[in-house]
């Protein structure tokens, strides 16, 4: 099969390397984001899936857009099957869904209607999710409302962090796609279960950073797995922002005030339970042992 393949991310590449890897199976095209200027030297940086093409020696396109009617006759003139969506970044439209015989498949880390949106990987961990899911959807106009063709459970672990979820939910993605190209005239699309509760997986935003020490320390530690690295979580300390980077928590009760730490290994106090900090980053440091941070502010 002809495969045009869209994605940008690291989250993208396991998908990749797995369909390049296989027999029955070509990839004719590449579209991912255009390189952006990062970092303070503002160098202009490739993405993952960029990097990847290159080494793979597949063409590569990387359009700001594919709302224009250029970026459709560009993809109709490609000679595919079907068309691979793993963490693209961009709104396909209808003329493009429709463009080829299998349409547009995405790869999706939520148990669908769940988390529709941007970050369903972040918000998982945010709310503290037992367990989860990665499907391959049949891709349609909706904000990942399409039929769903393959679908692969996830149990998530009392420590697990975004970083790990995001890993293993790339690997488990990219199994199920090629399973789903291999088996695609066979299987069955099934639309999502639109009595189930929909909740909006939106993206992070730094106004979220903030913690509220009056929250569970359960809360607290979820939020801290689930928006390390980026944005980061922080307090102000000493009138800086710091940001912790790891933590754990226990449940024990306390007669202080939310917010106070209350021993020289960084644990603060919270509105249920403590919250043990492990490691932290200074604005404009890197990041350490929680116990050299306070050890070092009070030399």
Known sequence: MKIIFMGTPEFAVPALEELNNAKNHQIVAIFTAKPKPKGRKMQVIKSPIHEKAIEYGIDIYTPTS???LDQAELINSIEADVIVV???GFIIPQNILDAKKYGCLNIHPSKLPKYRGAAPLQRTIINGDKETAVCIMQMDAGLDT?????????????????????????????????????????LPRTPQDNKVETIYAHKLTKEECE??????????????????????VFFKHQGKNLQITTADYSNDTHDYIAGTIIND????????GILHVKSVKPSGKKEMLATDYLRGIKT
């Not at 399409?146 to 962090?161: A, R």
């Not at 009056?214 to 980061?232: F, T």
Request: hydrophobic share 40%; aromatic share 6%; glycine share 6%.
């Open 66 to 68: 594919l709302k224009s």
């Open 86 to 88: 793993a963490a693209y």
């Open 146 to 186: 399409g039929d769903i063709i393959l679908q692969e459970d996830l149990s998530i672990s009392s420590h697990m962090t975004v970083l790990e979820l995001h890993d293993k939910c790339a690997k488990i993605g990219a199994k199920l796609l090629l399973k789903t190209l291999d088996n695609i005239d066979n």
């Open 211 to 232: 913690i509220d020490w009056q929250e569970d320390a359960y809360k607290i530690d979820c939020k801290i797995r689930g928006m390390q690295p980026w944005p980061g």
């Open 265 to 272: 290994k960084f644990d603060i106090a919270c509105g249920k």
